[in-house]
């Protein structure tokens, strides 16, 4: 079976998440590193391939050129190859732009299964997945915390605001996978040193179709408003008659 | 004139809150508001959108429409789109509606803001993002706007009204009908919901071990709220799915929560923002959670809250 993985490089939590003000887009200048919420697709993919004793996993990524360090760890994790979207006509894609570029490439690469993590780390709207599914005019399963694969078939089971609910659908179809489903393997030393020598291609926009022009717009960035007079104190020993006086002048008490 | 469609969400013989909640915003935009209500066996739930606001409810009744999938939705909100001139189509974030929004974005090439807190009658949105640490305005450049609001951001309001109900087309495509629903396990409401609760107090695997939700319990008990669980622990087996807040649990806006041994994940966050007034207890003084706290308490749990169950209990005496 061949699994593409759909990841995303995002700003390093270290290095700080900041929209610039000049392009209103988030600043990727500094070290990128794959969401974290995407290591678990990619561990559900290594997964499913050695359960099956063979197959492909494929990383699947849009960004600038740079990202493909990010898309590394996948590599390094287990993944056999990577493959990154990256052109400057596409910066600044929203939704409909990032999901034509990535369905572009999932039918060069036609995959059998295609998994997502839940969202991104930096700001999505944690629906990507059903845009792509839309586009490739193929089933969606979302949320999902129990993945199993029959013949030409897979089942997956999720948790929504009501419960749990097992879902079936024919492959390719396209899953995208909560972080309870299981937990990430650390890259070994010799994944680390293997993942350069992996293959590493690029598309262009011209080879996934062209650039989508953005249909949303960001017209201004201000500040938050405040909220109130936060307050964080450590504990000496008197927490509890702190909260107690705090929820008496908030009358919660 | 804005010709505004709301999709109404349902489960088990009603309208979601949070989906009445964005009918009375759409109310304040000068537009003409719609519902839009697909399932099976759901006609009855058309005049509920009427007393909530919306001057025509579409109802989309079919056996094919049973399940909460996704794209069969999809196929229903782009024929009615497109049959009746909608400009604007508006959801509250559940898992069904970020899906059904984003397939119905790339069906009608249609942009799809989310997470948004306020839309104004300009078509100008607002969203916090990157953790709430900047405002963002969005627009849309497309002749169709779509957007998805943060759960729980806007309260119902009853209208009185009452609404003009029609049929909407149910006209689906092959590939929106693959994937099928094996099993649902809709866990039944044990006990008062916590959606109503005044007062919440809600453990994380910060309390160590199962037992120590007694800890929860007794504070909850004390300032008169309810318990609530984050997933982790939920899935862990501490504490029952009908107490879980967050992303695929219950969205609550109480007058205090009151977090022991959260981290404040993103996922957990979504659903309790928009408490009044918050409080958490945490060892470990980067955790997230302090970010959003109105009173954020760097210490061990199991002391503090022993103590403060007391004091509690001696000042309603």
């Avoid at chain 2, 782009?78 to 509250?92: I, S």
Wanted: charged share 25%.
């Amino acid at each position: 079976m061949k699994i593409a993985v759909c990841v995303k490089a995002v700003p390093d939590a270290t290095a700080g998440r900041r929209i610039d003000p000049a392009t209103k887009r988030i600043d990727r200048s500094v070290e990128l590193a794959i969401s974290d919420f995407d290591t678990y697709a990619v561990e559900e993919a290594l997964r499913l391939k050695e359960e099956a004793g063979d197959g492909e996993v494929v990383v699947v990524s849009m960004g600038p050129e740079k990202a493909m360090d990010a898309l590394r760890k996948a590599l390094a994790m287990g993944a056999d190859r990577a493959t990154l979207i990256t052109d400057s006509a596409l910066g600044g894609a929203d939704l409909l732009g990032t999901a034509a570029a990535l369905a572009g490439a999932l039918e060069s690469e036609s995959p059998d299964l295609i998994l997502f993590g839940q969202q991104s780390a930096d700001g999505g709207g944690a629906c990507l997945w059903s845009a792509v599914a839309e586009r490739l005019r193929r089933p969606v399963i979302s949320q999902v915390s129990e993945l199993t694969t029959e013949s030409g078939s897979v089942t997956g089971k999720r948790q929504t605001e009501f419960g749990y609910d097992t879902i079936r659908a024919p492959l390719p179809a396209v899953i995208a996978v909560s972080d309870a489903i299981n937990t990430p393997r650390y890259p070994s030393l010799k994944g680390i040193m293997g993942a350069k020598k992996k293959p590493q291609s690029t598309f262009s926009a011209a080879d996934v179709g062209g650039a989508v022009e953005p249909a949303t717009t960001v017209v201004a960035l201000a500040p938050p408003p405040a909220r109130g007079d936060a307050r964080k104190i450590e504990d000496d020993g008197s927490a509890a008659e702190k909260i107690l006086e705090f929820l008496a002048e908030k009358r919660l008490v | 004139m804005a010709r505004i469609l709301v999709f109404l969400e349902h489960h088990e013989g009603a309208i979601q809150k949070g989906s009445l909640g964005v009918l009375a915003k759409a109310g304040q935009l000068g537009g003409e508001v719609s519902g839009v209500v697909i399932g099976s066996g759901v006609r009855e739930l058309a005049e509920a959108g009427g007393r909530h606001g919306a001057a025509t409810v579409y109802v989309a009744d079919d056996a094919s429409l049973a399940a909460p999938l996704p794209q069969p939705r999809v196929d229903v909100l782009a024929k009615l789109v497109g049959d009746e001139g909608f400009d604007t189509v508006l959801f509250a974030q559940s898992v069904l509606a970020a899906d059904v929004a984003a397939g119905l974005a790339v069906r009608l090439g249609a942009g799809l803001n989310w997470d948004l807190v306020d839309l104004d009658a300009d078509g100008i949105g607002k969203r916090p993002a990157l953790a709430d640490s900047v405002l963002v305005d969005v627009g849309w450049s497309s002749d169709v706007r779509l957007a998805i609001f943060r759960a729980g951001t806007f309260d119902a309001v009853e209208t009185g009204g009452s609404a003009e109900i029609k049929d909407a087309a149910v006209e689906l495509q092959g590939f929106s009908t693959q994937a099928e629903m094996v099993e649902q396990a809709h866990a039944d409401q044990q006990g008062p919901s916590i959606e109503d609760a005044e007062v919440i107090v809600a453990g994380g695997r910060g309390l160590g071990e199962p037992e120590k939700f007694a800890l929860a319990e007794e504070l909850a008990q004390a300032l008169g709220g309810a318990v609530a669980a984050t997933r982790a622990v939920v899935d862990a087996g501490w504490y029952p799915y009908s107490a879980q807040v967050g992303q695929t649990g219950k969205t609550v806006s109480p007058k205090l929560y009151v977090a022991l041994g959260i981290s404040g994940a993103i996922q957990h966050k979504v659903g309790m923002q928009g408490s009044n007034v918050i409080v958490s207890i945490n060892k470990d003084s980067n955790a997230p959670i302090f970010e959003f706290s109105d009173l954020g308490v760097v210490g061990d749990l199991h002391e503090i809250v022993p103590k403060l169950v007391e004091l509690v209990r001696a000042r309603r005496s």
